[in-house]
């Protein structure tokens, strides 16, 4: 049983460029959420989706903005991007429904911006 | 507002001895607390969860931790630590909403 694949796992852009990132859940999870990781600090909540629509944001910009598709996978795409964005993208599936039910993370997409 | 604080950002200790990693929280409704490892270069795993009931809770790999609500703490315990237990710890908390709201970190290093 695969746990939560994240694509690539790392990744170099220039300032000013777009990024996509990718992530496939958990089998058995409906629930994606973005978390970014700056070095040396804990993650940082971006967004929840849920049956393809955003359901929850964290304190980010309109740069960042996602997509879940049919399947329960999902993408994160940044826009513009800037030094202060990189950083370790992390994804985390979960089942809704389930009260509270712990966050089952991937090994994390590694940005770092130039 | 919600948030966690991590009181101590480096723990280091000897292999064998007990170790504590702080936690403290605040929130104005109730929580659901958790403990998370982070093995270099890995995604992060869960080691313990407080739901409700037994205010001690224990997790994988010999860890537990005691929710203290009047004290609003969430400490992590272990009695005798490896040197694979050196990794990056995370508190966190859930409560009123899908968010999931982490400490900065506490870097416990296990000594030979």
């Known amino acids: 049983d695969a746990g939560v694949t994240q694509s690539p796992t790392h990744l170099i852009k220039t300032r000013g460029q777009q990024v996509t990132l990718r992530c496939s859940p958990k089998s058995g999870h409906d629930t994606v959420s973005w978390y970014q990781q700056a070095l040396g600090q804990g993650p940082q909540f971006i967004f929840q989706y849920y049956e393809e629509e955003e359901r929850q944001r964290g304190n980010f910009p309109d740069r960042f903005s996602g997509h879940q598709f049919p399947n329960y996978s999902s993408e994160l795409n940044v826009n513009a991007l800037l030094l202060g964005d990189s950083a370790l993208y992390l994804c985390?599936?979960?089942?809704?429904?389930?009260?509270?039910?712990?966050?089952?993370f991937g090994n994390g997409t590694r940005l770092t911006v130039t | 507002a919600q948030s966690v604080t991590q009181l101590d950002s480096q723990v280091p200790v000897f292999e064998e001895a007990p170790v504590e990693l702080r936690c403290n929280y605040s929130?104005?409704?109730?929580?659901?607390l958790f403990w998370y490892v982070q093995y270099p270069n890995q995604g992060l795993q869960l080691l313990l969860k407080?739901?409700?009931?037994?205010?001690l809770v224990k997790g994988i790999n010999g860890f537990e931790a005691e929710f203290n609500k009047s004290q609003t703490s969430f400490h992590l315990r272990k009695p005798s630590v490896h040197i694979s237990d050196t990794a990056e710890h995370f508190c966190?908390?859930?409560?009123?909403?899908?968010?999931?709201?982490f400490g900065a970190g506490t870097r416990l290093f296990v000594k030979a």
């Open positions: 929130s104005s409704v109730s929580v659901y």
């Open positions: 407080y739901l409700s009931g037994s205010t």
């Open positions: 985390a599936s979960g089942r809704d429904g389930l009260i509270n039910s712990p966050l089952h």
């Open positions: 966190a908390l859930q409560g009123g909403g899908f968010k999931t709201i």
